[in-house]
């Protein structure tokens, strides 16, 4: 048997240490150790399939991309560079060209099943879930199945909001795999879609029974317990939810759970610091919290978003800088009902409009058209395509012509506040209802000033959305479009919402139709406004 040349023996001893590098996190080394081999073996994409992880490692996912597609000009028969670029691709938000990766992948190893499942998942977070039904079946009709696949594949489907066939596909794979954890958390909420929210739970407490550190199903127990009214549970569990904070740069982080304050003692007599997370309606939710912490607290500062100190001021009780020279406690605003030990609701968090922006907001609206005034949005939350946020579950859309012809008999001048409208939303809008309307998404941009509009409004219809919280503040009511499943603050089921007296809910059917929640809408509207 011949011995290889020595380069060969050195290139794969070094190849062995840059492997042992990375599984030690350190990429820096074992970065120079791949580069190492690409110098001494030039004919294999081994070396730089090596340095493209330890880039990435890095935190330098761009180069890692460029290694990549450097590398696969060199070998375009590479599957293996082929797949990890579309890793990488993916794990970078590129969906569509992350898929094109996978199917390159898939063309050179038909049978590879870790491609098949990355192509569904590109696929679905690109929101392109019909194309990821069919490579998913695709693949199984060929391989059979596995409990990989039948779980990417119900996930596709509860994204496209196909609830009972997720439910269908995810039991299969679940009879595969009784331990796949993905299985049943998405069984759990596709169960959950259905309306069945006993099973759900179910599921849910069964999967954390033998993953008791997962935080996803802790998060997504917290929302039914939460929407069933379960409150001393299920603000706990709430604790394990993803969030965003200011200092992360954007980014949805896991919460961890012990962290912050455990009980009302740990904030008796501190000096807390509120610190704003995740979107500026959710803020604006806990600081309905805020007036209780305040009366046990020696002191407490609200550390958020600056827009949201525009519209709240330096009023009493609350600093805008900590105490000088003493420690703070520091509490996302999320977390404030489990550390005070909340069993029920509190009103919202007081909010009042600056008196010369309602008198502009008044100008405005009357050079528009004549009253009464209606706003109105059709869209709220980050589409799963767009969001840094694992699972994206609450983006919250009404078809913008399904909504106008509800609107259309409406007297007065319609006025839509829906935020980043797509142009092709707008003009269906326009188009179905028939006249006019007045676009002033622009308003979102300066809280005050949406205030004053908001202040001025005869009516408001639209889905969740931070304006909801700002009209609850106001003391103002609205009409609310609940889509399946509802966001906790609505509840599972009901014409109201303990949180927000006075809104009126408007519920998708079980169905997902919305006919009869338009139909309730407008006799909401027809009983509210004069012609």
């Given at each position: 048997m011949t011995e290889p040349p020595s380069s060969e023996r050195d290139a794969a001893a070094l190849m062995q240490l840059g492997v042992a590098h990375l599984e030690a996190k350190r990429a820096e080394d074992a970065e120079k150790a791949f580069?190492?081999?690409?110098?001494?073996?030039?004919?294999?994409?081994?070396?730089?399939?090596?340095?493209?992880?330890?880039?990435?490692?890095?935190g330098r996912s761009d180069e890692a991309i460029a290694q990549l597609r450097k590398l696969l000009q060199a070998f375009p028969s590479s599957a293996d560079a082929w797949f990890n670029l579309g890793n990488f691709l993916r794990r970078s938000r590129q969906f569509?060209?992350?898929?094109?990766?996978?199917?390159?992948?898939?063309?050179?190893?038909?049978?590879?099943?870790?491609?098949?499942?990355?192509?569904?998942?590109?696929?679905?977070?690109?929101?392109?879930?019909?194309?990821?039904?069919?490579?998913?079946?695709?693949?199984?009709?060929?391989?059979?199945?596995?409990?990989?696949?039948?779980c990417n594949l119900g996930q596709a489907l509860r994204y496209a909001r196909r609830y009972e066939e997720a439910a269908q596909v995810l039991r299969r794979a679940a009879v595969l795999s009784p331990a796949h954890v993905g299985a049943?958390?998405?069984?759990?909420?596709?169960?959950?879609?259905?309306?069945?929210?006993?099973?759900?739970?179910?599921?849910?407490?069964?999967?954390?029974?033998?993953?008791?550190?997962?935080?996803?199903?802790?998060?997504?127990?917290?929302?039914?317990l939460l929407g069933t009214e379960r409150y001393a549970e299920g603000w706990v569990e709430y604790r394990w939810r993803d969030v965003h904070v200011e200092r992360e740069a954007g980014r949805w982080v896991p919460q961890d759970p012990g962290a912050g304050p455990r009980s009302i003692a740990d904030l008796r007599g501190a000096h807390v610091v509120v610190k704003g997370e995740q979107g500026l309606g959710d803020v604006l939710f806990f600081l309905r919290f805020a007036e209780a912490l305040a009366r046990i607290a020696a002191s407490v500062t609200l550390d958020?978003?600056?827009?949201?100190?525009?519209?709240?001021?330096?009023?009493?009780?609350?600093?805008?800088?900590?105490?000088?020279?003493?420690?703070?406690?520091?509490?996302?605003?999320?977390?404030?009902?489990?550390?005070?030990?909340?069993?029920?609701?509190?009103?919202?968090?007081?909010?009042?409009?600056?008196?010369?922006?309602?008198?502009?907001?008044?100008?405005?609206?009357?050079?528009?058209?004549?009253?009464?005034?209606?706003?109105?949005?059709?869209?709220?939350?980050?589409?799963?395509r767009d969001s840094s946020k694992p699972g994206a579950e609450l983006h919250k859309r009404i078809d913008p012509a399904a909504l106008a012809g509800a609107l259309a008999d409406v007297p007065?001048?319609?006025?839509?506040?829906?935020?980043n409208p797509a142009p092709e939303d707008l003009a269906r809008f326009r188009a179905a209802l028939g006249r006019p309307v007045a676009d002033l998404a622009d308003t979102n941009k300066d809280l005050p000033s949406l205030l004053g509009v908001l202040s001025c409004l005869d009516r408001y219809v639209g889905v969740s959305n931070t304006n909801m919280h700002l009209l609850a503040g106001l003391g103002l009511g609205a009409d609310v479009l609940v889509p399946v499943p509802p966001e906790w603050r609505w509840l599972r089921a009901g014409a109201e919402s303990p949180w927000?007296?006075?809104?009126?809910?408007?519920?998708?059917?079980?169905?997902?139709?919305?006919?009869?929640?338009?139909?309730?809408?407008?006799?909401?509207?027809?009983?509210g406004l004069r012609k």
């Open positions: 580069r190492a081999a690409a110098r001494l073996v030039r004919d294999s994409p081994k070396p730089g399939l090596g340095i493209a992880a330890s880039l990435a490692a890095r569509d060209e992350a898929a094109r990766c996978y199917r390159r992948t898939l063309a050179l190893r038909p049978d590879d099943e870790a491609a098949c499942v990355n192509l569904g998942m590109a696929l679905t977070l690109g929101e392109r879930f019909a194309e990821a039904e069919a490579a998913l079946r695709e693949f199984t009709a060929q391989h059979g199945e596995s409990a990989d696949v039948l049943q958390l998405n069984l759990a909420l596709a169960t959950s879609g259905l309306g069945d929210a006993v099973s759900a739970e179910k599921l849910l407490r069964e999967l954390l029974r033998r993953e008791p550190q997962h935080a996803q199903a802790h998060a997504h127990l917290a929302e039914l958020l978003d600056p827009r949201l100190r525009d519209i709240i001021g330096e009023r009493p009780p609350f600093r805008r800088e900590p105490a000088s020279g003493e420690p703070a406690v520091e509490v996302l605003a999320g977390s404030l009902p489990a550390a005070l030990g909340v069993t029920g609701t509190a009103p919202a968090f007081a909010l009042a409009a600056d008196p010369e922006q309602t008198r502009r907001a008044r100008r405005l609206l009357e050079s528009l058209g004549p009253a009464p005034y209606v706003g109105v949005t059709w869209e709220a939350g980050t589409r799963l007065g001048t319609l006025v839509s506040l829906q935020r927000f007296p006075g809104f009126r809910l408007h519920r998708e059917s079980a169905d997902l139709s919305w006919s009869r929640a338009l139909a309730s809408l407008k006799a909401s509207l027809d009983s």
